[in-house]
């Protein structure tokens, strides 16, 4: 029931901007760590950035300072705000949420993916 829907994909100039947004149902939105990930042709998918239920952030190597993840938990979203876009940024970009069951100090996850949203870096 959990479904995570990305938008705000398209095509763009080499430096030029754009904002990703990830809406989410089916959960609670608040408690979820939430990520992005991106898949370029013939290449693994790999960890973009990541925000945690407190609202600490991790970045890859080769997005940290152009990025930003951020969250809305009133709206239930996720955004990727990346600017001075390269055209090696060109990939789908998927969200995910992360949900944990604690067993005292240990716990299990569950992953959600979205469907992914192109995003083109092009001249």
């Known amino acids: 029931q959990v479904q995570l829907v990305e938008s705000g994909g398209g095509l763009v100039q080499p430096g030029g901007s754009l904002r990703l947004s990830c809406a989410a149902s089916?959960?609670?939105?608040?408690?979820?760590?939430m990520g992005w990930y991106r898949q370029a042709p013939g290449k693994q998918r790999e960890l973009v950035a990541t925000i945690t239920t407190g609202v600490s952030t991790n970045y890859a190597d080769s997005v940290k300072g152009r990025f930003t993840i951020s969250r809305d938990n009133a709206k239930n979203t996720v955004y990727l705000q990346m600017n001075s876009l390269k055209p090696e940024d060109t990939a789908v970009y998927y969200c995910?949420?992360?949900?944990?069951?604690?067993?005292?100090?240990?716990?299990?996850?569950?992953?959600?993916w979205g469907q992914g949203t192109q995003v083109t870096v092009s001249s």
């Open positions: 995910k949420a992360e949900l944990r069951r604690w067993l005292t100090t240990t716990y299990t996850t569950t992953n959600y």
């Open positions: 089916g959960i609670t939105f608040s408690i979820a760590n």
